[in-house]
T-cell receptor, first 112, second 114 residues
């Protein structure tokens, strides 16, 4: 069974804090990895793709360890607007058309 | 910026009734997907569609479900005889052919079965 497991959260942090989310995936055939953000009762929105070399987008840094089947997301200098649920997502197979497998998400709440 | 659209935003129906959820994918996208999310649970894959046929479907996508691309723009999900447990958010997604694997999601249809 193909699964994605995440820290259950919730993470309650003050503005300006650095917070890290972790994720593991079970399907070794997965080739594409993402972090999506989901606000309450809204659709998932792509935050960033995750590459083997690691990648950064402003305050967000994602890392991938294929050997350990582990993905991480680091958010620096948290803003109130970062409050959301963060979904770790992988594709189901090595082909680019594969469906996505979602983790349950980790809820982040940034307080003033 | 082009986006996936879905209608209706909220559908309330009686158990046993048929519902059709509609999606307009991004215009140059060729892969289409339906996902659902039961309240408080994770997003789950239902079905993928490419070249006018189903590419893959999950065990959730049983005989009560069907998909169709009736014209060049719409992509529909039909549930023939709704059950209480079909109550969920239904998200449509689309993706370009080749290149990035990124799927773009519509705003969802909230289906409530009474």
């Amino acid at each position: 069974r193909k699964e994605v497991e995440q820290d259950p959260g919730p993470f309650n942090v003050p503005e300006g804090a650095t917070v890290a989310f972790n994720c593991t995936y079970s399907n070794s055939a997965s080739q594409s990895f993402f972090w999506y953000r989901q606000d309450c009762r809204k659709e998932p929105k792509l935050l960033m793709s995750v590459y083997s070399s690691g990648n950064e987008d402003g305050r967000f840094t994602a890392q991938l360890n294929r050997a350990s089947q582990y993905i991480s997301l680091l958010i620096r200098d948290s803003k109130l607007s970062d409050s959301a649920t963060y979904l770790c997502v992988v594709n189901s197979d090595g082909g680019s058309q594969g469906n996505l497998i979602f983790g349950k998400g980790t809820k982040l709440s940034v307080k003033p | 910026e082009p986006e996936v659209t879905q209608t209706p935003s909220h559908q309330v129906t009686q158990m046993g009734q048929e519902v059709i959820l509609r999606c307009v994918p991004i215009s140059n996208h060729l892969y289409f997907y339906w996902y659902r999310q039961i309240l408080g649970q994770k997003v789950e894959f239902l079905v993928s569609f490419y070249n006018n046929e189903i590419s893959e479907k999950s065990e959730i996508f049983d005989d009560q479900f069907s998909v169709e691309r009736p014209d060049g723009s719409n992509f529909t999900l039909k549930i023939r005889s709704t059950k209480l447990e079909d109550s969920a958010m239904y998200f449509c997604a689309s993706k370009v052919e080749g290149g990035t694997d990124t799927q773009y999601f519509g705003p969802g249809t909230r289906l409530t079965v009474l």
